[in-house]
Each structure stands twice: as structure tokens, then as C-alpha cells.
């Protein structure tokens, strides 16, 4: 199983870190079945091959800035 779209790293460092690692946002994401797709695992091509390349990593620094709204309905 893959993300759609955006990496679920991209989307942290994007987006989640301004709500937190349990946020209702951030579960909300991780639970919304639009987010992902089934995929081979090994092999050229596959989920496991797409993230070896994925250079991004979890910034775990805290945001700088305002809160994001959510896109979720939890404020």
C-alpha cells in the first residue's frame, strides 16, 4: 500500500508538524482511505523502491508561524 500524491514525510513536514503526532488533523490523514492505493511491494516500481528514493525526511522541529486550519473540521 502507497500514499497518493503526497508522501506521507512530505506531508508532515508540509503540513502535520503545525498540529502534532496525534492530532485529530494528522489521524484524520493517516486514516483517509483517499490517501493511499495498492501497490506491488518489492521490485522496480513498488512502494518499497519509491521510498528507498525519497530523499525526504521527518522534520521534527517546531513550526514556525501560525496554526494551519484544519482540512479535517478539528480546530
Not at 500500500?1 to 498540529?19: I, K, L, P, S, T
Request: proline letters at 4%.
Amino acid at each position: 500500500m502507497g500514499h497518493v500524491g503526497e508522501d506521507v514525510v512530505d506531508y508532515w513536514n508540509r503540513r502535520g508538524n503545525f498540529f502534532g503526532q496525534k492530532s485529530p488533523e494528522v489521524r484524520s490523514w493517516m486514516r483517509d482511505s483517499n490517501n493511499y492505493r495498492l501497490e506491488k511491494g518489492a521490485g522496480k516500481g513498488g512502494n518499497c523502491s519509491r521510498g528507498a528514493q525519497n530523499r525526504s525526511r521527518y522534520d521534527m522541529t517546531d513550526p514556525i508561524g501560525p496554526r494551519q486550519k484544519s482540512n479535517y473540521g478539528h480546530d
